[in-house]
Nanobody, 121 residues
Framework: VQLQASGGGLAQVGGSLSLSCAASGRTGVMGWFRQAPGKEREFVAAIRWSMGRAYYADSVRGRFTISGDSAKLTVNLRMNNLKPEDTAVYYC??????????????????WGQGTLVTVSS
């Protein structure tokens, strides 16, 4: 499976941006991680297709929404009320079988190319 991410760009504080990711094959879970300069890659959000359940990092819960269509092999991330600390390269990821450690980047072996999100104050 390959992942192709799109979206991102520049936004002001309080603004919104959207990211999309298209998979070339079936997945059981898809999600987003991000990596800011000098920091480790961190979990942002994930969606488990079989249950239609979404998972969020505390830092983005209530501001970001993950959605998608497992039949169309796409996942989206709507980011509202953006903050400067949301600035990072965002990576789409997925795996065939859901793992309870969905927040751990080591659980994923398939990654899309990163897309940069910059939030200016």
């Amino acid at each position: 499976v390959q992942l192709q991410a799109s979206g991102g760009g520049l936004a002001q504080v309080g603004g919104s941006l959207s990211l999309s990711c298209a998979a070339s094959g079936r997945t059981g879970v898809m999600g987003w991680f991000r990596q800011a300069p000098g920091k480790e890659r961190e979990f942002v959000a994930a969606i488990r297709w079989s249950m239609g359940r979404a998972y969020y990092a505390d830092s983005v819960r209530g501001r970001f929404t993950i959605s998608g269509d497992s039949a169309k092999l796409t996942v989206n991330l709507r980011m509202n009320n953006l903050k400067p600390e949301d600035t990072a390269v965002y990576y789409c990821t997925g795996r065939l079988v859901f793992n309870v450690a969905y927040y751990d980047s080591e659980q994923y072996s398939i990654w899309g190319q990163g897309t940069l999100v910059t939030v200016s104050s």
